[in-house]
């Protein structure tokens, strides 16, 4: 496949990629062309159909489409001149080609994330881990495949995965290290702390927040979750499961960053550290990619509050 981040100026190239946008446009000379962004796995590049011939084939932003053309470069950027145009089913490609996905491998990680659900000792919050991540086929399945986020870190396919064992792995160390801490009420909340995420991001190629998602958000909808999965569960302990709430809806530590509470327990405390910590080191990591051959400081990083630079 002719991934976007080999391509190079002057090619001709014919491969399917996802149209994430698509714009009707009229040049100076009042000339109506499409102007569209393509997306595979690597990343993006601004695409023009200037000439809309019997060559190209009807399509919607959010298709996959076989295009023909080639690269040029444009206001130091490469553009895709496009010259043909044909829709493809979603059913002849590999969604993985097209859509961001975790440098990590998925059954790996969930593999690794079971070691810590099996780790648990308490019963009832075991046999609520186990409700989730080993019994109910259908929320693995999406738990795999979901992102953590629309935008800043782990917005990919396995995001969400790669976010909880990353979040779980600081918990358990913070268990080991602070001997005070509830260990199995700790991981069960790192574990659970943004299965809200499921219902307040959709699915890709979407990878949006949805009217649930917009309305109460993945804290309030995780800790329900939560809550209604462990009413299911005969004799589990009131205190312990207001404590396992309180827990996720504080997890983003400060009423500001958007948690209806703040960390009232050593537990809650911790899993709001450990949050934070991964979601910035993600966001670092994400913003040293984005410029490779940069040796010197990146400038102002709004969303690390700090100018940036590698070591």
């Known amino acids: 496949m002719n991934y976007i981040n080999t391509l190079r100026d002057g090619e001709n190239i014919t491969e399917i990629y996802f149209c994430k946008s698509k714009t009707v446009a009229q040049s100076k000379a009042g000339k109506t062309y499409y102007s569209l962004q393509l997306q595979d796995k690597t990343g993006t590049i601004d695409g023009k159909i200037w000439d809309l011939s019997n060559a190209i084939e009807h399509f919607e932003a959010m298709d996959y489409i076989k295009v023909s053309g080639q690269i040029t470069t444009f206001n130091n950027s490469l553009q895709f001149n496009i010259r043909r145009v044909q829709r493809v089913s979603e059913n002849e490609i590999d969604v993985s080609d097209y859509m961001p996905v975790s440098e990590y491998n998925i059954e790996d990680m969930y593999r690794e994330l079971r070691e810590l659900i099996d780790s648990v000792g308490e019963s009832h919050l075991k046999s609520l ?4 991540f ?22 990919y396919i396995g995001g969400l995965l790669q976010h909880t064992l990353s979040v779980a792995k600081i918990c358990n160390f913070f268990a080991t290290n602070y001997p005070m801490l509830n260990r199995d009420l700790l991981l069960t909340a790192a574990i659970c702390h943004d299965i809200g995420k499921l219902y307040e991001i959709s699915d890709f190629p979407e990878n949006d927040y949805t009217d649930e998602g917009n309305l109460l958000g993945h804290i309030v909808m995780g800790t329900m979750m939560v809550r209604d999965r462990a009413n299911t569960i005969e004799g589990f302990p009131h205190t312990l499961l207001g404590e396992l709430e309180h827990c996720i809806l504080s997890h983003h530590g400060k009423l500001e960053f958007g948690s209806p509470k703040k960390p009232g327990l050593m537990e809650a405390m911790a899993l709001a550290y450990a949050d934070d910590t991964d979601a910035k080191m993600e966001t670092f990591k994400g913003a040293l990619e984005a410029s490779p051959e940069a040796n010197g400081w990146l400038g102002y990083q709004k969303l690390l509050d700090t100018n940036i630079r590698r070591t």
Not at 129 to 132: I, Q
Not at 135 to 144: Q, V
């Open 129 to 132: 881990l186990y409700s989730f």
């Open 134 to 155: 080993v019994e109910d086929e259908r929320f693995i399945k999406n738990f795999k495949k979901h992102s953590a986020a629309k935008s800043v870190h782990h917005c």
